[in-house]
């Protein structure tokens, strides 16, 4: 099971960016699809969460009403949609699947990490 993170990149304040995690793998199957994120000196957070059939997410204070996830089974690939982005979104961004049901915001509680993805919001 692999899992690719992309999309990552340099945003002003108030920019957009679209991250996808791109799962592959006969044996890939998960339960719900996380992303979590790491900042320069401080620990890996989570961001959100979705069930990998859809119709549930859950978000992180912080990114609530800016952040958006979604997974497109038929591609085996979940996506962040960022928007407003924040100097404090700056992070390196990981896809992470969970094979257990259930929603998780807990990086332990996730079975596979893609490599990560560096978004950098400057002015």
């Known amino acids: 099971v692999q899992l690719q993170a992309s999309g990552g990149g340099s945003v002003q304040p108030g920019g957009s960016l679209r991250l996808s995690c791109a799962a592959s793998?006969?044996?890939?199957?998960?339960?719900?699809m996380g992303w979590f994120r790491q900042a320069p000196g401080k620990e890996r957070e989570f961001v959100a969460v979705?069930?990998?059939?859809?119709?549930?997410?859950y978000y992180a204070e912080s990114v609530k009403g800016r952040f958006t996830i979604a997974a497109d089974n038929a591609k085996n690939t979940v996506y962040l949609q960022m928007s407003s982005l924040e100097f404090e979104d700056t992070a390196v961004y990981s896809c992470?699947?969970?094979?257990?049901?259930?929603?998780?915001?807990?990086?332990?509680?996730?079975?596979?990490w893609g490599q990560g993805t560096l978004v950098t919001v400057s002015s």
């Open positions: 793998g006969r044996s890939f199957k998960a339960y719900a």
């Open positions: 979705t069930k990998w059939s859809g119709g549930m997410t």
């Open positions: 992470a699947a969970r094979r257990a049901s259930g929603i998780a915001t807990m990086a332990e509680s996730y079975d596979y």
